[in-house]
């Protein structure tokens, strides 16, 4: 299931999967993942629990998201994204979040 402007349609729970994209700032670094808990993975970037690009770019602000019920989906979603040309990413986040105003709070009202 996707969602408009970073807001999905029904009420987050442990059995949706996420396809997320983090940005470090507008049009700046970003990161493509996966998740079965959105809220517990945004905030292990935040804190740098796994060194890496997000960790290393201070990538940290959930700019986009998709829902998924198949976590196959999801992963197969992720992978497509990942290969798509960079301004196809950044029209992608623009379309639903066109300040990539930070949707923590969004995913906090919800799950």
Known sequence: ????????TRKMTQ???????????????IYIGVTSNLAKRIWEHRKGIFSGHSKKYDIH????FEIF????DAIA????LKK???????????????????????????S
């Open 1 to 8: 299931m996707q969602c408009k402007a970073g807001i999905p």
């Open 15 to 29: 059995r949706n999967y996420y396809v997320y994209i983090l940005a470090s700032r507008p049009k700046g670094a």
């Open 61 to 64: 602000r959930l700019v986009y």
């Open 69 to 72: 019920d198949q976590i196959e």
């Open 77 to 80: 979603r992720e992978k497509r």
């Open 84 to 110: 798509w040309r960079r301004s196809w990413k950044d029209e992608l986040i623009e379309k639903a979040n066109p300040d990539w105003k930070d949707l923590i709070d969004d995913i906090n009202i919800l």
